[in-house]
Every structure is written in C-alpha cells, then in structure tokens.
C-alpha cells in the first residue's frame, strides 16, 4: 500500500471537505440577519449586551387607582355611679373610584346624655346628624376639581340646618393604594338656619340674630391616610373656613384616627375631632371635642 500517496489523498480530501464546510456556515451565517447570529463558546474574553436589532423590555404597568370601599361603624360607650353618662356614634362611609371620577358619600350620628352628681335622671347634652356628598374629577395627573355639599343638624351647636356647598381644587402630592396626601384650595357658601330657642337666647342676650344667615368664605384643606402596617390605617385632616366678610367669622377643624383590623372585615376604630368656631351664637361654647371607640366593619 502507498501510505504517502493516501497520506496525500487524504490531505487534499480534508482540504476540500473543510473549504465546503466553512463555505456552507459562512453562507448560512450570512443568512441571519444582523443580532441573531449566535456563538456558544465557553469563553470570548468580553460580554456584549448592546446588539443590532430592536431590543423590547417589559413596560412597567400602570397602578390602577380604582376602589370600591364601604365601612359602617358603631360605637357607644356607659358610665354609672357616681355621675351617669351615655354616648352613642355611628357612621357610614362609601368610596368609589373609576379611572378619572371617584364619588364619596358620608353619614354620621352622634348622641349623648349625662347625669350630674347626686341626680337620677340624665340629660342630653350631645345631638347631632350630619351628612356629605363629593364629586373629584381628576384633570391631570395628581390635579382634581370637585364639588362637595354638607349638611349637619346640631341642636348644641343651635342650628335646625348648616348647609355648605364647596367647590375647589385638590392637589395629590402622594395618591397610592395604601398612602395619600393632598390638599384643597377653594370658596365655601354656607346657610344657616337656627333653631329658635337659640334665636331667643341670643335676643335675652341683646345679640339679637336672624334666623337664617348666608356666609361666603374661602376653604383650605391638608389631608393625610396611610397604612402603617398590614392592617393598620391611620388618618388625619386639617380644614380652615374664613369668612371674606366678616373677617371675626372662621372656623377650624381637626380631626385625626386610627384603626386596626381584628378578622374577617371587622376592625377597632379611635377618633379624637376638635371644632373651633371663632365667633359662635351666644350661649355656644367656642371650641367641641369629641373622641370615640367604634366598631367598624368593611363591607367592600
């Protein structure tokens, strides 16, 4: 056998079996279009992230700030011996949000009675039944307008009816699911219409007033909720009310709580509000404070 003869052959044949097969890859590699083309060797010495062709990433999703909430609570608290005292408080609250529009309505009630040292029978000394409709409408990110009407009936407070209407603007700094900051600018109309016992007292006082009064004023708002903890809700608000006329005619409300879940939708609420009005009817203390300890269960 000639071996150098097959050891030629066999040269040549490898020459050309290895000219077709990097022929057929650089044609195949060709092929595929710029970015595709793929090496898996163990090691290049470098890594390249930026490639030709488009690239596509995940978008980040939007936070969707709907909401569908409803809360009723309840809460009451008794006192016997040496004074008697009872006081009762409930309230409902619904919010709902879709998108651009979000709609809130508020009813609460409050009555108390007390007896003093060394008498039997108990006096109401706390009464009252207010109410809230709102309407946000958000324009642009963080920026809404809305338009809000209250109604409280507070016979210690000697009013059959206070009607206010409140459009404005509100300014979310903070607007997520579990915290939210924001603040309200806007006018404030509100209605008297006085009871006539407090009507009469102001005349023995020679302070006579009408029954009803009209009073156009500005309005500030700072409000704050956050869930501190899972489970855990706090809330707290600020409002002002400044009469443009009668300059001597503000009011200023705080209120703050906090509330905690127990199970299955039901959580312990703790409210402490203060309610300053500057110039009241006569016979009216200036300055309310009330706390409560309620029940509260979420429906939605």
């Known amino acids: 056998m000639n071996f150098d003869r097959l050891s030629r052959g066999t040269t040549v044949g490898s020459l050309v079996l290895t000219t077709v097969v990097l022929g057929a ?8 279009p710029p970015g595709l083309q793929k090496r898996d060797a163990a090691s290049s010495g470098r890594e390249d992230v930026a490639v030709a062709g488009f690239a596509t990433a995940a978008a980040k999703p939007e936070e969707s700030k709907d909401a569908t909430e409803l809360k009723l609570s309840a809460g009451g608290l008794f006192s016997g011996g040496n004074s008697e005292s ?7 609250k619904l919010r709902l949000r879709r998108r651009d529009n979000q709609f809130e309505l508020a009813v609460a009630g409050n009555y108390g009675e007390a007896a003093a040292p060394g008498e039997d029978e108990r006096e109401a000394n706390v009464e009252n039944l207010q109410g809230r409709v709102r309407y946000d409408r958000f ?6 307008a809305f338009l809000s009407t209250s109604a409280l009936r507070d016979r210690f407070q000697g009013l059959d009816l206070r009607l206010n209407i409140d459009p404005g603007f ?23 219409y006085r009871r006539k016992d407090a009507v009469d007292a102001a005349a023995a006082a020679g302070s006579p007033i009408d029954r009803s009064e009209t009073r156009h004023g500005a309005r ?13 809700a706090f809330d707290a608000s600020v409002e002002y009310l400044q009469a443009l006329k009668e300059t001597e005619n503000w009011r200023l409300g705080f209120d703050i709580g906090l ?13 402490f509000s203060l309610r300053h009005d500057n110039n009241p009817l006569a016979d009216v203390e200036t300055t309310d404070m009330s706390s409560a300890l309620s029940l509260v269960y979420q429906l939605l």
């Open 25 to 32: 890859s650089s044609s195949f590699a060709q092929e595929l």
């Open 86 to 92: 009872l006081a009762l408080t409930t309230s409902s």
């Open 139 to 144: 324009l642009i990110e963080g920026l809404a």
């Open 170 to 192: 509100a300014y979310y700094f903070l607007d997520a699911d579990k915290q939210r900051f924001w603040t309200e600018l806007g006018y404030d109309l509100q209605y008297d």
């Open 220 to 232: 500030g708002f700072i409000g704050y909720t956050s869930e501190l903890a899972e489970g855990v």
């Open 259 to 271: 509330t905690a879940a127990i199970k299955g939708g039901f959580s312990l609420s703790t409210t």
